[in-house]
């Protein structure tokens, strides 16, 4: 059972991500390694080229980014840690897969219509394509599993198709990969307008939770989090009430418990002031120790670089052997002499 998933490089991070993804990666490198197999996981810097960028602050964010993921419990001799522009296989694979993914499917991709629209200067075709370099993230490793948060289904349902499809044209070369989102906290939402998703690009700082945020922003944006006005309170998941919901789903997931042990544990509350505190202090018991060994990491950018070769030669001896069968099978390149 091999896993993939890759995130995007930015030092802000937020609890949605931590949450929906990053926990589970944490939890997928032991499975991986238990089965006799490997968890890949990767900062997707060519992603992040999909929309304007600074070029001087790139590799920052990748170390940020590699910073948070190291300091959650990322353990490179235990999985493989990547930059993706370190395996150029990737890229290479992108446009293979390119000549069997729809245009017509790409632009149904709800991601790609949200991001274009907010483009003022150039929608690149990077962004068009972004899915496809997506799929051949995973589609080079035949990855089994891809865990990922809900907001990326549409991207992941997208890849099982173009494996599908390059199969049958081209024989049983790629694996079809399943998807895997976290039965608590697939999708956060944000504090201040809990009817729409925690993002990084989100109009509201008061309402995303940075997973390098000290404590006491924490709990003040905690503390502000907007609920609803019934009365009296109740304290219960229900879609009539997101804000309480988004609250409940938060507070399992930080004490890794379900949503109904969350709820019997607040039954004894006054109010949802009780609620925000539980979870305010619920998320800085899991993010404080990040905090702290995120400040020893980021320090020391020759030790990531290292960790980055190393990675990379290890994914390339996977990579290399699956680009090779899939050049074969297309009749691209040299004549395979034996
Ligand atoms: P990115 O960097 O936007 O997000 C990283 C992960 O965080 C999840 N996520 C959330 N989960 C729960 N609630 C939220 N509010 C929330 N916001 C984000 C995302 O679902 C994601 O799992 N396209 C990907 C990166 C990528 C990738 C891949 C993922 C590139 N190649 C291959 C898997 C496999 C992305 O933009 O993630």
Not at 59 to 78: F, M, N, Q
Not at 310 to 327: F, N, S, W, Y
Request: hydrophobic share 40%; aromatic share 6%.
């Amino acid at each position: 059972m091999r896993i993939f998933s890759g995130l995007q490089p930015t030092g802000r991070k937020h609890l949605g991500n931590y949450i929906g993804a990053i926990v589970q990666y944490v939890e997928g490198q032991q499975r991986a390694a238990d089965a006799g197999d490997v968890a890949i996981y990767c900062v997707v810097d060519l992603h992040a080229m999909t929309v304007p960028w600074v070029p001087g602050e790139m590799r920052e964010r990748v170390y940020d980014t590699a910073s948070i993921l190291l300091a959650a419990g990322l353990d490179p001799d235990r999985c493989i840690f990547i930059r993706q522009s370190d395996v150029p296989e990737h890229t290479e694979l992108a446009w293979h897969l390119g000549a069997v993914t729809a245009h017509g499917d790409l632009n149904r991709m709800h991601q790609f219509k949200e991001k274009s629209a907010k483009q003022r200067d150039l929608v690149s075709s990077d962004l068009f394509t972004y899915p496809v370099l997506m799929a051949a993230d995973v589609l080079a490793y035949r990855a089994d599993e891809v865990p990922v948060g809900d907001d990326q289904r549409q991207h992941v349902e997208l890849m099982r198709d173009v494996a599908q499809r390059f199969n049958e044209r081209f024989g049983d070369v790629l694996v079809v990969p399943e998807l895997k989102i976290p039965e608590v906290g697939a999708r956060i939402m944000d504090l201040q307008d809990p009817t729409s998703k925690m993002s990084t690009s989100s109009a509201s700082l008061e309402g995303t939770v940075h997973v390098l945020d000290d404590a006491q922003a924490v709990e003040k944006k905690f503390k502000r989090a907007v609920t609803d006005s019934e009365d009296p309170p109740r304290i219960v998941r229900d879609k009539s009430k997101p804000g309480v919901s988004n609250l409940l789903d938060i507070l399992a997931a930080a004490r890794r418990t379900t949503v109904e042990e969350a709820t019997a544990s607040l039954a004894g509350a006054r109010g949802y002031g009780d609620l925000k505190v539980a979870t305010a202090d619920a998320v800085n018991a899991l993010l404080a120790p990040v905090r702290e060994r995120y400040v020893e990491l980021r320090a020391d950018e020759d030790a990531l670089e290292d960790i980055f070769a190393a990675g990379a030669e290890k994914a390339r001896a996977i990579t290399r052997p699956v680009l090779a069968d899939v050049r074969e099978a297309m009749g691209v390149g040299p004549r395979p002499r034996g």
